[in-house]
């Protein structure tokens, strides 16, 4: 088993990205898709998958954490532009349609919290720098906080909950976003 420190052979990693797409993928319709579905659409066997995720909870805790990762990317890479924070606050809407179910498996499974903090606080921290750049162009109203982005946040997951399969989803997500930035544009 690869430590944090060697390198992944090159199948492995192949598998385990495909193993991560297939979840994407499952966990996009149901928060509680079989295991034995995700090794199948991925072309692996189920000791591979097993090896990568031991369960449920590490393979979603693995797409989560890697949501945030491109949060993070995205943010950094338009790192002064003034619509960031616009870009970004998009790419969490379109993350919170797409895997809305992922958030409800997290939520029921009380002994991650503290890892579902850590990645509320890595969010926060990525769109920190991108708020503070609307707000220098004033593009933003000057009193919204990064607590505010996290109600907006709440305000789209709770449209896509009432929404019924991916497509609708994401016009709810889509569309509720656009009515909060409407909201806090200046």
Same mark, same amino acid.
């Given at each position: 088993?690869?430590?944090?420190?060697?390198?992944?052979?090159?199948?492995?990693?192949?598998?385990?990205?495909?193993?991560?797409?297939?979840?994407?993928?499952?966990?996009?319709?149901?928060?509680?898709?079989?295991?034995?579905?995700?090794?199948?659409?991925?072309?692996?066997?189920?000791?591979?998958?097993?090896?990568?995720?031991?369960?449920?909870?590490?393979?979603?805790?693995?797409?989560?954490?890697?949501?945030?990762?491109?949060?993070?990317?995205? #943010?950094?890479?338009? =790192?002064?532009?003034?619509? +960031?924070?616009?870009?970004? !606050?998009?790419?969490?809407? @379109?993350?919170? *349609? &797409?895997?809305?179910?992922?958030?409800?498996?997290?939520?029921?499974?009380?002994?991650?919290?503290?890892?579902?903090?850590?990645?509320?606080?890595?969010?926060?921290?990525?769109?920190?720098?991108?708020?503070?750049?609307?707000?220098?162009?004033?593009?933003?109203?000057?009193?919204?906080?990064?607590?505010?982005?996290?109600?907006?946040?709440?305000?789209?997951?709770?449209?896509?909950?009432? #929404?019924?399969?991916? =497509?609708?989803?994401?016009? +709810?997500?889509?569309?509720? !976003?656009?009515?909060?930035? @409407?909201?806090? *544009? &200046?």
């Amino acid at each position: 088993m690869p430590t944090s420190t060697s390198p992944r052979r090159k199948d492995a990693e192949r598998n385990r990205l495909a193993i991560l797409d297939a979840a994407r993928e499952l966990f996009a319709d149901c928060a509680d898709p079989p295991m034995c579905e995700i090794a199948r659409r991925a072309g692996v066997g189920q000791a591979t998958l097993y090896r990568n995720f031991p369960d449920r909870w590490a393979l979603a805790a693995e797409l989560l954490a890697d949501e945030v990762a491109r949060t993070k990317a995205l #943010a950094q890479e338009h =790192a002064g532009d003034p619509e +960031a924070l616009f870009m970004v !606050l998009r790419h969490i809407a @379109d993350m919170v *349609a &797409r895997l809305h179910v992922i958030g409800d498996l997290a939520r029921a499974d009380a002994q991650h919290t503290s890892e579902l903090r850590e990645r509320r606080r890595q969010l926060g921290e990525a769109i920190k720098r991108p708020l503070r750049d609307a707000k220098a162009s004033q593009s933003v109203r000057r009193d919204l906080t990064v607590q505010d982005v996290f109600l907006m946040i709440r305000m789209v997951r709770g449209a896509v909950d009432e #929404a019924d399969g991916p =497509a609708a989803r994401a016009a +709810a997500a889509s569309r509720t !976003l656009a009515l909060l930035l @409407d909201g806090i *544009a &200046r």
